[in-house]
């Protein structure tokens, strides 16, 4: 970027009519965008982020339609929008989530709430939305284990980046992983998932209710939502998280053993799009490890994964 984060989300600000704004302060925690926190001329402050080469026109757009749908049909918080054009995306502030058990156990309820009141009949969403700085593909499909097949997992195979970082054996054992999906997936209904639920999107209102951001939402199985928060250094305090959110939802014993399936896709969106990718292909590797094709003359053997306990 050629000019500073604060200034250049400044000058964006201003070019979409905000020219109350008197400055920006850069926030972290992000990685596709750049993101901020505005001051406005009354001292009030709004969350501000923009690319600097915007991947499409409709970028903004879905993910303020993503946040409105959670909060509309799901029940969960999400900030107000205040805007939503190709080149910025402003919206009312949140805060860093409490570090508190009684915050993760409400945020087990509202989660709870969200994945078991708004089952479909299908899988995928009315348009395509985006994952980053990439397309989630999200047509309409009957077939849960083919929707993830095909759109959550298959679909980074093209991708330069997964090219390089998985072999012809990787990319193989991918595709037989796919096709044992249903002996390795319990069936499961379509529901509306955020779709991009690590720990960071999780935040707090001023009150200190759960809140969300930065969705990729599509109709899903909702155990995608919880291997991403699973994955992704859940804090001390979130334990409880997990065994009540069982409990509301009525998960089987077996549900930790399927996060490190379920997360591949998340895996591969981050080696697509990112160097480094923090892990993210040593992961993917040990996952696929035990679909790799078997050299000839070697035991035919009975395909297990595990899940790791979430670091704290």
Known sequence: MSTAPGSFLLERLHAAGLTDITAVEPATGGLAATAGLARRGDDTSVFVKAFTEPPADD???TEAEGLTVLREAGGIT?????LADRDVLVLSTLHPRPTTEAFWEQFAHALAHLHTTTRHPRFGWHQDNWLGRRRQINTWTDDGYDFFAQHRLLRWLTEPRVQQALGPAERAALERLCNRLPDLLPPSPACLTHGDLWTQNVMSTLDGQPALIDPAVSYTWAEVDLAHLWTTAPPPEARAFFDLYADLTNLDTDWRNRMPILQLRQHLA?????????????IVRTTLAPFRPRPKNQPSGHHT???????T
């Open 270 to 282: 981050v080696i697509a799009q990112f160097t480094p990718d923090w892990g993210a292909a040593d």
């Open 78 to 82: 999400t900030p107000d929008i205040i």
């Open 59 to 61: 970028v903004f757009a």
């Open 305 to 311: 994964t595990s899940a790791p306990e979430p670091t």
